[in-house]
Protein backbone atom coordinates (compact mmCIF):
# COMPACT_ATOMS: atom_id res chain seq x y z
CA UNK A 1 0.00 0.00 0.00
CA UNK A 2 1.53 3.06 -0.93
CA UNK A 3 1.10 6.51 1.27
CA UNK A 4 -0.76 10.02 -1.56
CA UNK A 5 -1.97 12.31 -0.29
CA UNK A 6 -4.03 14.94 -2.54
CA UNK A 7 -3.10 18.81 -2.28
CA UNK A 8 -5.05 22.09 -2.33
CA UNK A 9 -4.47 25.64 -1.81
CA UNK A 10 -7.48 27.10 -0.18
CA UNK A 11 -7.94 30.75 1.22
CA UNK A 12 -11.02 32.30 3.15
CA UNK A 13 -13.38 31.46 -0.05
CA UNK A 14 -12.13 30.05 -2.58
CA UNK A 15 -9.97 26.26 -3.09
CA UNK A 16 -7.54 25.40 -5.94
CA UNK A 17 -6.90 21.60 -6.85
CA UNK A 18 -4.03 19.92 -8.86
CA UNK A 19 -6.68 20.39 -11.97
CA UNK A 20 -7.39 24.52 -11.68
CA UNK A 21 -3.56 25.09 -11.45
CA UNK A 22 -2.81 23.07 -14.22
CA UNK A 23 -5.82 24.72 -16.33
CA UNK A 24 -3.83 28.23 -14.99
CA UNK A 25 -0.55 26.66 -16.19
CA UNK A 26 -1.78 25.88 -19.78
CA UNK A 27 -3.18 29.17 -20.04
CA UNK A 28 -0.01 30.53 -19.58
CA UNK A 29 1.53 28.39 -22.06
CA UNK A 30 -1.14 28.61 -24.86
CA UNK A 31 -2.50 31.79 -24.25
CA UNK A 32 -5.49 30.11 -25.40
CA UNK A 33 -8.52 29.12 -22.88
CA UNK A 34 -9.83 26.55 -25.42
CA UNK A 35 -6.20 24.97 -25.88
CA UNK A 36 -5.94 25.10 -22.38
CA UNK A 37 -9.04 23.54 -21.73
CA UNK A 38 -8.64 20.50 -24.25
CA UNK A 39 -5.42 19.59 -22.31
CA UNK A 40 -6.76 19.09 -18.67
CA UNK A 41 -9.80 17.58 -20.63
CA UNK A 42 -12.10 19.58 -19.86
CA UNK A 43 -15.07 21.66 -22.35
CA UNK A 44 -14.52 25.25 -23.23
CA UNK A 45 -17.59 26.01 -21.10
CA UNK A 46 -16.41 23.81 -18.20
CA UNK A 47 -12.95 25.78 -17.79
CA UNK A 48 -14.48 29.50 -18.35
CA UNK A 49 -17.14 28.18 -15.55
CA UNK A 50 -14.21 27.20 -13.50
CA UNK A 51 -11.86 30.30 -13.89
CA UNK A 52 -15.52 32.77 -13.56
CA UNK A 53 -15.49 30.90 -9.92
CA UNK A 54 -11.61 31.49 -9.14
CA UNK A 55 -11.88 34.64 -10.46
CA UNK A 56 -14.94 35.68 -8.49
CA UNK A 57 -13.44 33.64 -5.36
CA UNK A 58 -9.60 34.86 -5.18
CA UNK A 59 -8.19 37.63 -3.25
CA UNK A 60 -6.70 38.85 -6.88
CA UNK A 61 -8.19 37.96 -10.63
CA UNK A 62 -6.84 35.20 -11.57
CA UNK A 63 -7.29 35.34 -15.75
CA UNK A 64 -8.25 38.18 -17.94
CA UNK A 65 -9.33 37.90 -21.53
CA UNK A 66 -7.11 39.86 -24.11
CA UNK A 67 -9.19 41.32 -27.45
CA UNK A 68 -7.97 42.43 -30.68
CA UNK A 69 -4.09 41.70 -32.27
CA UNK A 70 -3.36 39.47 -35.21
CA UNK A 71 -4.22 36.21 -33.17
CA UNK A 72 -7.51 37.51 -32.42
CA UNK A 73 -7.33 37.42 -28.68
CA UNK A 74 -6.76 35.42 -26.03
CA UNK A 75 -6.41 34.70 -22.56
CA UNK A 76 -3.50 35.70 -19.84
CA UNK A 77 -2.42 35.46 -16.60
CA UNK A 78 -2.07 38.07 -13.86
CA UNK A 79 0.78 37.93 -11.37
CA UNK A 80 -1.03 37.22 -8.97
CA UNK A 81 -2.08 33.30 -10.84
CA UNK A 82 1.63 32.71 -11.44
CA UNK A 83 2.57 33.52 -7.90
CA UNK A 84 -0.16 31.11 -7.31
CA UNK A 85 1.05 28.14 -9.34
CA UNK A 86 4.64 28.74 -8.00
CA UNK A 87 3.34 28.47 -4.34
CA UNK A 88 1.32 25.07 -5.28
CA UNK A 89 4.43 23.57 -7.02
CA UNK A 90 6.65 24.65 -3.89
CA UNK A 91 4.12 22.80 -1.64
CA UNK A 92 3.57 19.88 -4.10
CA UNK A 93 7.56 19.22 -3.94
CA UNK A 94 7.69 19.57 -0.31
CA UNK A 95 4.48 17.19 -0.15
CA UNK A 96 6.68 14.57 -2.19
CA UNK A 97 9.71 15.02 -0.33
CA UNK A 98 7.27 14.04 3.13
CA UNK A 99 5.89 11.33 1.71
CA UNK A 100 9.16 9.69 0.61
CA UNK A 101 10.53 9.62 3.74
CA UNK A 102 7.58 8.24 5.15
CA UNK A 103 8.04 5.08 2.56
CA UNK A 104 11.54 4.61 3.48
CA UNK A 105 10.33 5.05 6.75
CA UNK A 106 8.01 1.73 5.78
CA UNK A 107 10.27 -0.35 4.19
CA UNK A 108 12.45 -0.50 6.93
CA UNK A 109 10.23 -1.20 9.34
CA UNK A 110 10.12 2.08 11.76
CA UNK A 111 7.84 4.19 11.99
CA UNK A 112 8.78 7.76 13.13
CA UNK A 113 5.80 8.64 15.18
CA UNK A 114 5.10 5.03 16.14
CA UNK A 115 8.15 3.56 17.10
CA UNK A 116 8.01 0.99 19.76
CA UNK A 117 10.16 2.78 22.58
CA UNK A 118 9.99 6.10 24.57
CA UNK A 119 13.96 6.68 24.40
CA UNK A 120 13.37 8.65 21.08
CA UNK A 121 15.97 11.92 21.63
CA UNK A 122 16.10 15.02 19.76
CA UNK A 123 19.90 15.94 18.83
CA UNK A 124 22.47 17.60 16.28
CA UNK A 125 25.58 15.50 14.56
CA UNK A 126 28.53 16.83 15.91
CA UNK A 127 30.64 14.67 13.97
CA UNK A 128 30.81 11.81 11.11
CA UNK A 129 33.92 9.37 11.56
CA UNK A 130 33.97 6.84 8.44
CA UNK A 131 35.89 3.46 8.15
CA UNK A 132 35.72 0.66 5.61
CA UNK A 133 32.24 -0.47 5.83
CA UNK A 134 30.87 1.58 8.91
CA UNK A 135 30.82 4.97 10.22
CA UNK A 136 30.68 6.17 13.92
CA UNK A 137 28.41 9.39 14.42
CA UNK A 138 28.68 11.72 17.59
CA UNK A 139 25.37 12.64 18.55
CA UNK A 140 24.85 15.91 21.32
CA UNK A 141 21.54 16.07 23.17
CA UNK A 142 19.59 19.01 24.07
CA UNK A 143 21.72 19.19 27.82
CA UNK A 144 24.87 18.58 26.61
CA UNK A 145 25.72 14.52 26.39
CA UNK A 146 26.69 12.83 24.07
CA UNK A 147 26.04 9.46 22.18
CA UNK A 148 28.11 7.57 19.54
CA UNK A 149 25.71 5.07 16.97
CA UNK A 150 27.71 3.02 14.42
CA UNK A 151 25.86 2.79 11.08
CA UNK A 152 26.86 1.35 7.99
CA UNK A 153 28.46 3.86 5.36
CA UNK A 154 25.54 3.28 3.21
CA UNK A 155 22.96 4.50 6.10
CA UNK A 156 25.22 8.16 6.14
CA UNK A 157 24.97 8.48 2.63
CA UNK A 158 20.90 7.59 2.59
CA UNK A 159 19.90 9.90 5.29
CA UNK A 160 22.55 12.49 3.76
CA UNK A 161 24.36 13.03 7.18
CA UNK A 162 25.99 16.00 7.63
CA UNK A 163 27.77 17.69 10.99
CA UNK A 164 25.55 20.25 12.60
CA UNK A 165 22.47 18.04 10.99
CA UNK A 166 19.04 17.92 13.64
CA UNK A 167 18.31 14.35 13.86
CA UNK A 168 17.04 11.98 16.10
CA UNK A 169 18.63 9.14 18.32
CA UNK A 170 16.33 6.09 19.09
CA UNK A 171 17.58 3.26 22.05
CA UNK A 172 15.51 0.46 22.89
CA UNK A 173 14.52 0.30 26.71
CA UNK A 174 16.43 -3.43 27.02
CA UNK A 175 19.04 -2.65 25.26
CA UNK A 176 20.54 -0.30 28.43
CA UNK A 177 22.00 -1.62 31.61
CA UNK A 178 21.89 0.37 34.41
CA UNK A 179 24.50 1.41 36.61
CA UNK A 180 24.31 3.04 40.03
CA UNK A 181 26.43 6.18 41.04
CA UNK A 182 28.36 8.03 38.03
CA UNK A 183 30.10 5.72 36.16
CA UNK A 184 31.07 7.66 33.02
CA UNK A 185 34.77 6.99 33.47
CA UNK A 186 34.96 3.57 34.60
CA UNK A 187 36.34 1.16 31.89
CA UNK A 188 33.79 -0.55 30.56
CA UNK A 189 33.08 -2.20 26.84
CA UNK A 190 29.94 0.28 26.43
CA UNK A 191 30.99 3.77 24.84
CA UNK A 192 27.32 5.25 25.48
CA UNK A 193 27.13 6.53 29.12
CA UNK A 194 24.56 8.94 30.20
CA UNK A 195 24.59 10.02 33.89
CA UNK A 196 21.30 11.14 35.36
CA UNK A 197 18.80 11.14 38.38
CA UNK A 198 15.94 8.16 38.95
CA UNK A 199 12.86 10.17 38.80
CA UNK A 200 10.61 7.40 38.64
CA UNK A 201 9.82 3.42 39.06
CA UNK A 202 7.03 1.55 37.83
CA UNK A 203 6.68 -1.85 38.82
CA UNK A 204 4.88 -4.09 37.15
CA UNK A 205 4.94 -8.21 38.42
CA UNK A 206 8.32 -9.32 37.48
CA UNK A 207 9.33 -6.16 35.46
CA UNK A 208 9.76 -2.48 36.31
CA UNK A 209 10.25 0.43 33.98
CA UNK A 210 13.07 3.04 35.29
CA UNK A 211 12.85 6.56 34.44
CA UNK A 212 15.80 8.77 34.29
CA UNK A 213 16.07 12.46 34.13
CA UNK A 214 19.37 13.56 31.96
CA UNK A 215 20.89 17.05 32.95
CA UNK A 216 19.69 18.66 29.68
CA UNK A 217 15.58 18.06 30.72
CA UNK A 218 15.31 15.21 28.54
CA UNK A 219 14.14 10.92 30.18
CA UNK A 220 16.02 8.12 29.43
CA UNK A 221 13.81 4.95 29.87
CA UNK A 222 15.11 0.91 30.79
CA UNK A 223 13.70 -1.93 31.26
CA UNK A 224 14.78 -4.31 34.17
CA UNK A 225 13.28 -7.16 36.70
CA UNK A 226 11.67 -5.92 39.52
CA UNK A 227 14.21 -8.18 41.50
CA UNK A 228 17.15 -6.00 40.06
CA UNK A 229 15.69 -3.10 41.50
CA UNK A 230 15.67 -4.10 44.46
CA UNK A 231 19.28 -6.12 44.84
CA UNK A 232 20.45 -2.36 43.91
CA UNK A 233 18.05 -1.19 46.74
CA UNK A 234 17.30 1.61 43.75
CA UNK A 235 15.11 4.41 44.60
CA UNK A 236 14.16 7.76 43.09
CA UNK A 237 16.42 11.09 43.09
CA UNK A 238 19.81 7.85 43.23
CA UNK A 239 22.56 9.14 40.52
CA UNK A 240 22.77 6.62 37.71
CA UNK A 241 24.44 6.06 34.64
CA UNK A 242 22.70 4.16 31.56
CA UNK A 243 24.93 2.31 29.69
CA UNK A 244 24.68 0.73 26.42
CA UNK A 245 26.61 0.04 23.59
CA UNK A 246 26.96 2.33 20.34
CA UNK A 247 25.51 -0.28 17.57
CA UNK A 248 22.31 -0.19 19.83
CA UNK A 249 21.50 3.44 19.02
CA UNK A 250 19.84 3.92 15.62
CA UNK A 251 19.48 6.82 14.05
CA UNK A 252 16.36 8.80 12.13
CA UNK A 253 16.18 12.25 10.36
Same mark, same amino acid.
Given at each position: ???????????????????????????????????????? /?? =??? !???????????? +?? *?????????? &??????????? !?? *?????????? *???? &?????????? &?? @??? %??? +?????? %?????????? /??????? /??? #?????? #? +??????? =??? &?????? @?????????? =???????????????????? #????? =?????? /?????????????????????????????????? *???????????????
Amino acid at each position: MKTDVKLWLKSEYSSFDAKRIKLLEKIEETGSMSKAAKVV /GM =SYK !AAWDAIDKMNNL +AE *EPLVIKVTGG &RQGGGSTLTPF !AR *ELIKTFYNLA *EARD &RTLEQLEDEK &RT @GIS %FFM +ASTKNL %FSCHVQSIVS /GDVNATV /GLK #LRGGDM #L +AAVVTRD =SVK &RLGLNQ @GDRTYALVHE =SSISLLKGDGRNLAVSARNR #LFGKV =SRITSA /GVSAEVEIRLPGGQNIYITMTAASIDSMDLQEDH *EVTALFKAQNVMILK
